[in-house]
T-cell receptor, first 115, second 116 residues
Protein backbone atom coordinates (compact mmCIF):
# COMPACT_ATOMS: atom_id res chain seq x y z
CA UNK A 1 0.00 0.00 0.00
CA UNK A 2 1.10 3.54 -0.65
CA UNK A 3 1.07 6.28 1.93
CA UNK A 4 2.01 9.96 1.98
CA UNK A 5 2.59 11.86 5.20
CA UNK A 6 2.68 15.62 5.50
CA UNK A 7 3.37 16.13 9.17
CA UNK A 8 2.95 19.91 9.07
CA UNK A 9 -0.75 20.68 9.25
CA UNK A 10 -0.35 24.45 9.22
CA UNK A 11 2.55 26.81 8.68
CA UNK A 12 2.43 30.55 9.07
CA UNK A 13 5.22 32.82 7.82
CA UNK A 14 5.79 36.46 7.13
CA UNK A 15 6.18 37.61 3.56
CA UNK A 16 9.71 37.18 2.13
CA UNK A 17 10.56 34.35 4.48
CA UNK A 18 11.63 31.03 3.03
CA UNK A 19 9.45 28.06 3.91
CA UNK A 20 9.87 24.31 3.46
CA UNK A 21 6.95 21.91 3.27
CA UNK A 22 7.79 18.33 4.22
CA UNK A 23 6.57 15.19 2.51
CA UNK A 24 7.45 11.62 3.42
CA UNK A 25 6.12 8.68 1.48
CA UNK A 26 5.88 4.91 1.72
CA UNK A 27 5.70 2.51 -1.17
CA UNK A 28 6.83 -1.00 -2.01
CA UNK A 29 7.26 -0.10 -5.66
CA UNK A 30 10.73 0.43 -7.04
CA UNK A 31 9.47 2.93 -9.60
CA UNK A 32 6.89 5.57 -8.89
CA UNK A 33 6.02 9.21 -9.38
CA UNK A 34 5.80 12.01 -6.85
CA UNK A 35 3.78 15.19 -7.25
CA UNK A 36 3.03 18.47 -5.57
CA UNK A 37 -0.30 20.24 -6.03
CA UNK A 38 -1.42 23.63 -4.79
CA UNK A 39 -5.01 24.27 -3.71
CA UNK A 40 -5.71 28.01 -3.36
CA UNK A 41 -8.77 29.27 -1.47
CA UNK A 42 -10.79 29.07 -4.69
CA UNK A 43 -10.55 25.27 -4.40
CA UNK A 44 -9.03 24.04 -7.63
CA UNK A 45 -6.01 21.74 -7.69
CA UNK A 46 -3.04 23.25 -9.46
CA UNK A 47 -0.25 20.94 -10.61
CA UNK A 48 3.22 22.13 -9.56
CA UNK A 49 5.68 19.34 -10.26
CA UNK A 50 6.08 15.66 -11.14
CA UNK A 51 9.18 13.70 -10.27
CA UNK A 52 10.11 10.17 -11.41
CA UNK A 53 11.71 7.96 -8.78
CA UNK A 54 14.70 7.46 -11.04
CA UNK A 55 15.49 11.14 -11.04
CA UNK A 56 16.89 12.37 -7.75
CA UNK A 57 18.11 15.68 -9.08
CA UNK A 58 16.79 18.65 -7.24
CA UNK A 59 14.71 21.02 -9.29
CA UNK A 60 14.28 24.76 -9.17
CA UNK A 61 11.54 26.71 -10.86
CA UNK A 62 11.60 30.38 -10.03
CA UNK A 63 10.96 30.72 -6.29
CA UNK A 64 10.06 27.03 -5.98
CA UNK A 65 12.51 24.21 -5.41
CA UNK A 66 12.13 20.54 -4.66
CA UNK A 67 14.47 18.20 -2.79
CA UNK A 68 13.91 14.51 -3.56
CA UNK A 69 15.82 12.07 -1.37
CA UNK A 70 15.07 8.44 -2.04
CA UNK A 71 17.20 7.30 0.90
CA UNK A 72 14.86 9.02 3.33
CA UNK A 73 11.69 8.67 1.21
CA UNK A 74 11.21 12.41 1.25
CA UNK A 75 10.17 14.95 -1.36
CA UNK A 76 10.29 18.37 0.26
CA UNK A 77 9.15 21.62 -1.30
CA UNK A 78 10.72 25.00 -0.58
CA UNK A 79 9.30 28.40 -1.43
CA UNK A 80 11.90 31.13 -1.38
CA UNK A 81 10.93 34.71 -0.56
CA UNK A 82 7.31 33.76 0.08
CA UNK A 83 4.49 36.01 -1.07
CA UNK A 84 0.92 36.46 0.14
CA UNK A 85 -0.30 34.79 -3.07
CA UNK A 86 1.50 31.60 -2.00
CA UNK A 87 -1.11 31.16 0.73
CA UNK A 88 -2.83 27.87 -0.04
CA UNK A 89 -3.05 24.23 0.92
CA UNK A 90 -0.23 22.22 -0.60
CA UNK A 91 -0.61 18.51 -1.26
CA UNK A 92 2.09 15.96 -1.90
CA UNK A 93 0.98 12.89 -3.87
CA UNK A 94 2.34 9.55 -5.02
CA UNK A 95 1.43 7.16 -7.82
CA UNK A 96 2.70 3.90 -9.20
CA UNK A 97 4.47 4.07 -12.50
CA UNK A 98 1.94 1.80 -14.21
CA UNK A 99 -0.58 3.35 -16.55
CA UNK A 100 -3.72 4.70 -15.04
CA UNK A 101 -2.55 4.51 -11.47
CA UNK A 102 -4.38 6.50 -8.85
CA UNK A 103 -2.84 9.41 -6.98
CA UNK A 104 -2.45 8.91 -3.23
CA UNK A 105 -2.49 12.28 -1.53
CA UNK A 106 -1.10 13.43 1.78
CA UNK A 107 -3.21 15.32 4.28
CA UNK A 108 -2.01 18.66 2.99
CA UNK A 109 -0.22 21.61 4.60
CA UNK A 110 -2.04 24.90 5.00
CA UNK A 111 0.46 27.66 4.29
CA UNK A 112 -0.42 31.19 5.34
CA UNK A 113 1.86 34.00 4.26
CA UNK A 114 1.21 37.18 6.19
CA UNK A 115 2.10 40.63 4.85
CA UNK B 1 -4.68 25.49 -23.33
CA UNK B 2 -7.14 22.58 -23.07
CA UNK B 3 -8.63 21.94 -19.67
CA UNK B 4 -10.96 19.63 -17.82
CA UNK B 5 -14.37 21.14 -17.18
CA UNK B 6 -16.99 20.12 -14.63
CA UNK B 7 -20.66 20.97 -14.20
CA UNK B 8 -22.32 22.09 -12.09
CA UNK B 9 -19.91 24.02 -9.90
CA UNK B 10 -22.22 23.56 -6.93
CA UNK B 11 -25.04 21.06 -6.44
CA UNK B 12 -27.43 21.01 -3.51
CA UNK B 13 -29.62 17.96 -3.04
CA UNK B 14 -31.81 16.28 -0.48
CA UNK B 15 -30.67 13.10 1.24
CA UNK B 16 -31.80 10.05 -0.71
CA UNK B 17 -31.88 11.82 -4.05
CA UNK B 18 -29.81 10.80 -7.06
CA UNK B 19 -27.21 13.18 -8.44
CA UNK B 20 -25.12 13.12 -11.58
CA UNK B 21 -21.89 15.05 -11.70
CA UNK B 22 -20.56 15.81 -15.16
CA UNK B 23 -17.06 16.17 -16.50
CA UNK B 24 -15.59 16.86 -19.91
CA UNK B 25 -12.02 15.55 -19.95
CA UNK B 26 -9.32 16.89 -22.22
CA UNK B 27 -10.09 15.62 -25.71
CA UNK B 28 -7.08 13.41 -26.44
CA UNK B 29 -6.94 11.91 -22.95
CA UNK B 30 -7.99 8.32 -22.40
CA UNK B 31 -7.74 7.80 -18.61
CA UNK B 32 -10.39 9.39 -16.45
CA UNK B 33 -10.68 9.67 -12.70
CA UNK B 34 -12.96 10.84 -9.93
CA UNK B 35 -11.61 12.01 -6.59
CA UNK B 36 -13.41 13.32 -3.53
CA UNK B 37 -12.38 15.89 -0.92
CA UNK B 38 -14.47 16.24 2.21
CA UNK B 39 -14.17 19.78 3.55
CA UNK B 40 -10.84 20.33 5.26
CA UNK B 41 -9.56 16.86 4.48
CA UNK B 42 -7.28 15.28 1.92
CA UNK B 43 -8.15 14.36 -1.64
CA UNK B 44 -9.25 10.72 -1.92
CA UNK B 45 -9.33 8.53 -5.00
CA UNK B 46 -12.71 7.09 -5.98
CA UNK B 47 -12.37 5.43 -9.38
CA UNK B 48 -10.40 5.30 -12.59
CA UNK B 49 -11.83 4.53 -16.02
CA UNK B 50 -10.17 3.42 -19.22
CA UNK B 51 -11.37 1.89 -22.45
CA UNK B 52 -15.00 2.15 -21.35
CA UNK B 53 -14.60 0.26 -18.13
CA UNK B 54 -13.52 0.78 -14.55
CA UNK B 55 -9.82 0.03 -14.19
CA UNK B 56 -9.57 0.58 -10.44
CA UNK B 57 -11.85 1.64 -7.61
CA UNK B 58 -11.36 2.43 -3.96
CA UNK B 59 -13.25 1.09 -0.97
CA UNK B 60 -15.22 4.34 -0.93
CA UNK B 61 -16.68 3.55 -4.37
CA UNK B 62 -19.48 1.25 -3.27
CA UNK B 63 -22.68 0.20 -5.01
CA UNK B 64 -24.28 3.62 -4.70
CA UNK B 65 -21.67 5.05 -7.08
CA UNK B 66 -21.39 4.47 -10.81
CA UNK B 67 -19.49 6.04 -13.67
CA UNK B 68 -20.28 6.29 -17.32
CA UNK B 69 -18.95 7.73 -20.53
CA UNK B 70 -22.24 8.22 -22.32
CA UNK B 71 -20.74 9.79 -25.42
CA UNK B 72 -17.35 10.74 -26.79
CA UNK B 73 -16.85 13.72 -24.55
CA UNK B 74 -18.63 13.43 -21.19
CA UNK B 75 -17.63 11.40 -18.14
CA UNK B 76 -20.19 11.20 -15.37
CA UNK B 77 -20.33 10.16 -11.73
CA UNK B 78 -23.73 9.09 -10.44
CA UNK B 79 -24.58 8.79 -6.77
CA UNK B 80 -27.81 6.79 -6.52
CA UNK B 81 -29.09 7.68 -3.09
CA UNK B 82 -27.13 10.47 -1.51
CA UNK B 83 -26.21 10.51 2.15
CA UNK B 84 -25.16 13.41 4.34
CA UNK B 85 -21.59 12.11 4.33
CA UNK B 86 -21.44 12.38 0.54
CA UNK B 87 -21.16 16.14 0.94
CA UNK B 88 -17.76 16.97 -0.51
CA UNK B 89 -15.90 18.50 -3.43
CA UNK B 90 -15.73 16.05 -6.32
CA UNK B 91 -12.85 16.40 -8.73
CA UNK B 92 -12.64 14.89 -12.17
CA UNK B 93 -9.21 14.32 -13.74
CA UNK B 94 -7.91 13.02 -17.04
CA UNK B 95 -4.60 11.76 -18.31
CA UNK B 96 -2.83 11.04 -21.55
CA UNK B 97 -1.65 7.51 -22.18
CA UNK B 98 1.76 8.22 -23.65
CA UNK B 99 4.32 10.88 -24.31
CA UNK B 100 5.57 13.77 -22.27
CA UNK B 101 3.49 14.47 -19.18
CA UNK B 102 1.64 11.19 -19.60
CA UNK B 103 1.77 10.56 -15.85
CA UNK B 104 0.29 13.91 -15.00
CA UNK B 105 -3.38 14.03 -14.12
CA UNK B 106 -5.12 17.24 -15.08
CA UNK B 107 -7.85 18.19 -12.65
CA UNK B 108 -11.10 19.99 -13.24
CA UNK B 109 -12.26 22.84 -10.99
CA UNK B 110 -14.48 20.52 -8.96
CA UNK B 111 -18.18 20.23 -8.14
CA UNK B 112 -19.18 21.03 -4.58
CA UNK B 113 -21.95 18.65 -3.54
CA UNK B 114 -24.05 19.57 -0.53
CA UNK B 115 -26.48 16.97 0.79
CA UNK B 116 -29.16 18.30 3.13
Amino acid sequence: AQKVTQAQTEISVVEKEDVTLDCVYETRDTTYYLFWYKQPPSGELVFLIRRNSFDEQNEISGRYSWNFQKSTSSFNFTITASQVVDSAVYFCALSKETSGSRLTFGEGTQLTVNP
Amino acid sequence: EPEVTQTPSHQVTQMGQEVILRCVPISNHLYFYWYRQILGQKVEFLVSFYNNEISEKSEIFDDQFSVERPDGSNFTLKIRSTKLEDSAMYFCASRRTSGVSSNEQFFGPGTRLTVL
